[in-house]
C-alpha cells in the first residue's frame, strides 16, 4: 500500500489522540485501528514520546541522512568512488 504524506501525518495525529485516548491499547490494536504494522506503530510511539505533547512538528517524516564518507572505508576508497563518480558524470 502505497501512502502520500498527507495521509501519513494524518494517520500518525490519529495514533497520537488514540494513544491518549486508550493508554491501555497495545500496538496490535493501534496498528489494527489505523491499518498500518505494528514496528511503524512502536516507531511513532517512541518518537513522541520523545517530543512535547503538544509538537505538530514531530508528525512529520524525517528524510534519511546522506553519508558520503562511511568511517568503515579506507581514504583510498572514498578517493576512488568519488573519482568514478566524476567520470560518470563528464560522460
Known amino acids: ?3 502520500d504524506e498527507t495521509e501519513l501525518v494524518s494517520d500518525r495525529s490519529k495514533l497520537r489522540t488514540l494513544r491518549q485516548a ?3 491499547w497495545s500496538f ?3 496498528a489494527r485501528e489505523l ?3 505494528r514496528g511503524w506503530v512502536k516507531k ?3 518518537r513522541f514520546t520523545a517530543a512535547a505533547p ?3 512538528l514531530v508528525l512529520l517524516s524525517v528524510p534519511m541522512s546522506l553519508t558520503l564518507n562511511h568511517p ?3 581514504p583510498c576508497c572514498s578517493t576512488g568512488c568519488l573519482s568514478l563518480e566524476n567520470i ?3 560522460t
Open 35 to 37: 491499518g498500518h504494522c
Open 54 to 56: 503538544d509538537d505538530q
Open 44 to 46: 511513532w510511539l517512541r
Open 88 to 90: 560518470h558524470l563528464r
Open 22 to 24: 486508550y493508554p491501555d
Open 1 to 3: 500500500m502505497v501512502f
Open 72 to 74: 568503515n572505508l579506507q
Open 28 to 30: 496490535g490494536k493501534l
